[in-house]
Every structure is written in C-alpha cells, then in structure tokens.
C-alpha cells in the first residue's frame, strides 16, 4: 500500500518568508509525528499528534513554528518568518495505535528546507 | 520524560567481523525501544523492536538486539557485518504515552 508522502520535496525560501510542509500519512494511522533533521544529525522531535487528542507540541522550538492535522489525516507543519537556521530535512512519520502496541513508525522521505 | 542516548557518533568494523551500536535509554515505567537505520539519500526504515518477552529480539537484514533491563541498555548487534550495512541507526524509546523520542543517531562504516 502507499507510505507516508510529504510534498514539497524540496523548498527553497529567502528569509523572513512563511513556509508550509505537508504530511499524508498511512490511511488508518492515528499517530502522526513530525521530526527535524539537521544534516547528518539526529533526529529533533517537534510534535505529535494521536487521534482527537490534545497535540504534544514540547518540541517545537519557537512560536514561529505551528502544525495542524486535519480531520485527523493530513498534517501541515507551518513555519513563520524563516531563518537560516531553520534549514533541515524535515521528516513525517505515522503509526498505528492501540492495543497491542506500541506500533513503530514509518517514515516519509522528508521535505529539505533550505533558508537563504 | 523519556530519553536514549547513543554514546558513539561513528563506529568503523571490517566486513566479516561483528558489530555492535550501543544505546541506552531512560524511561519512567515499561520501555518500549526501536532500532531505525537510515541508508544515504533514504528515508528511515524500521529494523526491530522490544515490547516485552524473549531480551533477544531479531530483525531485517540479520540485525538482532539485546534488551538488559538492568543495564538499560538495547544494543543493537549482527554477527557479520556487510559493506551495505554502512549507514546511520537511531535508537528510539516510547513510554506509555506513546510518544517516540529518539538517540542522535550512529554513523556505521563498513570497510571491505
């Protein structure tokens, strides 16, 4: 069946300017996150979604920063007045949920944002 | 909250001899821990994972994990490594909220 899939790509914005990334996860999959990768790095966790639940929003790391999950599929992570800094691969991932659980996560390919 | 900790950026072992990528973790209540191995210019893939039962857990591509809850270690190891197998792990903990955090990753080399 399909994966995640994340549109753009890739993005290339000048600085100051918004952004919007989008994530269509696994029909069927409650659990949606978005992660931050920073070349070669680890992975940055900024939020999490699970079913009509209240968003884990801990990571995100600014104001600027805000994510929306629509009828509880697809997710728009938004990115206000970029910053160079801001550039990264930004990664979708979702995962069932429930019982038996826990489920692991799949991942889509990222969208690489890059703040000129 | 929960955290993991992968003490080794890079480790570097010759194609045929075993290998082992460490991690740790930190979790209040039952740990529930993943191994991920992202191959160049891909995405994340799923390799294994410890829920509960045998400490031993087996994976894709011959990888296997040991579970020591007393150490609070996951270790991620494969008896003999290949040229291919070079490429970054992430471990990752979920406690009981079923939030995922994840280590900051192993770059693994395989020299021929």
């Known amino acids: 069946g399909a994966g995640v899939s994340q549109s753009p790509s890739n993005k290339v914005t000048e600085k100051g300017k918004d952004v919007e990334l989008r994530c269509d996860p696994i029909?069927?999959?409650?659990?949606l996150y978005w992660y931050r990768q920073s070349l070669g790095q680890g992975l940055e966790f900024l939020i999490y979604?699970?079913?009509?639940?209240?968003?884990?929003k801990s990571g995100l790391p600014s104001d600027r920063f805000s994510a929306e999950r629509t009828g509880g599929s697809v997710s728009t992570l938004t990115i206000q007045r970029t910053q160079q800094e801001d550039s990264a691969v930004y990664l979708c991932?979702?995962?069932?949920?429930?019982?038996?659980?826990?489920?692991?996560?799949?991942f889509g390919p990222g969208t690489r944002l890059t703040v000129t | 909250a929960q955290s993991v900790a992968q003490p080794e950026d890079q480790v570097n072992v010759a194609e045929g001899n075993p290998l082992t990528v460490k991690c740790t973790y930190s979790v209040s209540g039952n740990p529930y821990l993943f191994w991920y191995v992202q191959y160049p210019n891909r995405g994340l893939q799923f390799l294994l994972k410890y829920i509960t039962g045998d400490n031993l857990v087996k994976g894709s591509y011959g990888f296997e994990a040991e579970f020591n809850k007393s150490q609070t270690s996951f270790h991620l190891k494969k008896p003999s490594a290949l040229v291919s197998d070079s490429a970054l792990y992430f471990c990752?903990?979920?406690?009981?909220?079923?939030?995922?955090?994840f280590g900051a990753g192993t770059r693994l080399t395989v020299k021929p």
């Open positions: 991932a979702s995962s069932a949920a429930g019982t038996p659980g826990p489920y692991e996560q799949y």
């Open positions: 029909s069927g999959h409650t659990a």
């Open positions: 979604f699970q079913g009509n639940s209240a968003p884990d």
């Open positions: 990752a903990v979920r406690a009981n909220n079923n939030d995922m955090r």
